[in-house]
T-cell receptor, first 111, second 114 residues
Framework: DTAVSQTPKYLVTQMGNDKSIKCEQNLGHDTMYWYKQDSKKFLKIMFSYNNKELIINETVPNRFSPKSPDKAHLNLHINSLELGDSAVYFC??????????FGSGTRLTVV | GDSVTQMEGPVTLSEEAFLTINCTYTATGYPSLFWYVQYPGEGLQLLLKATKADDKGSNKGFEATYRKETTSFHLEKGSVQVSDSAVYFCALSDPRDSNYQLIWGAGTKLIIKP
């Protein structure tokens, strides 16, 4: 069983489109995250939810909107996609200090 | 604020060489320290951790010792293999942070040549 699963794994779309990435964890963790990893592998936290409540909302364009229907799911919706949004997006979950479990990532390419 | 600085990569070594990847940190409290590894095309995985000064974390032949006096947590391995080629991230977390947020280094790419 995959602990943190993201779909889709690859996403190629045109500028201006709206897309969603889904994330589910079956670990029973209370906290979930979205990270963006650029081409130089730099990791930037975007959002964090604890028990469906938004607790970290870093400076990202408001075109990005997270949604947590329950504590096992954290989805990321992106409106009006831009070229600069191309990156790998990782979902992660945690129940203890530093004990993150990451998904395998979604490679988003905006053309 | 808290921060983590890693040596810049890529680090290129031959198989069976000794590895050191440097990591230093700045923190106001007493952080926990971590190394994560990202293999090509995959998500990050926790490699090892240390939660207090002089603790040594170890896993898969890798080791790192929490050095409070030098604010460092360098990653070492005695004999690397081609399969160790990956990106390695050093990170810290303030145990007082109930959100378990990690402060990440920039990552160091390791390339092992046969």
């Amino acid at each position: 069983d995959t602990a943190v699963s993201q779909t889709p794994k690859y996403l190629v779309t045109q500028m201006g489109n709206d897309k969603s990435i889904k994330c589910e964890q079956n670990l029973g963790h209370d906290t979930m995250y979205w990270y963006k990893q650029d081409s130089k592998k730099f990791l930037k936290i975007m959002f964090s939810y604890n028990n469906k409540e938004l607790i970290i909302n870093e400076t990202v364009p408001n075109r990005f909107s997270p949604k947590s229907p329950d504590k096992a799911h954290l989805n990321l919706h992106i409106n009006s996609l831009e070229l600069g949004d191309s990156a790998v997006y990782f979902c992660a979950s945690s129940q203890e200090v530093g004990g993150y479990t990451f998904g395998s990532g979604t490679r988003l390419t905006v053309v | 604020g808290d921060s983590v600085t890693q040596m810049e990569g890529p680090v290129t070594l031959s198989e069976e060489a000794f590895l050191t990847i440097n990591c230093t940190y700045t923190a106001t409290g007493y952080p926990s320290l971590f190394w994560y590894v990202q293999y090509p095309g995959e998500g990050l995985q926790l490699l090892l951790k240390a939660t207090k000064a002089d603790d040594k974390g170890s896993n898969k032949g890798f080791e790192a010792t929490y050095r409070k006096e030098t604010t460092s947590f360098h990653l070492e391995k005695g004999s690397v293999q081609v399969s160790d080629s990956a990106v390695y991230f050093c990170a810290l977390s303030d145990p007082r942070d109930s959100n378990y947020q990690l402060i990440w280094g920039a990552g160091t790419k390791l390339i092992i040549k046969p």
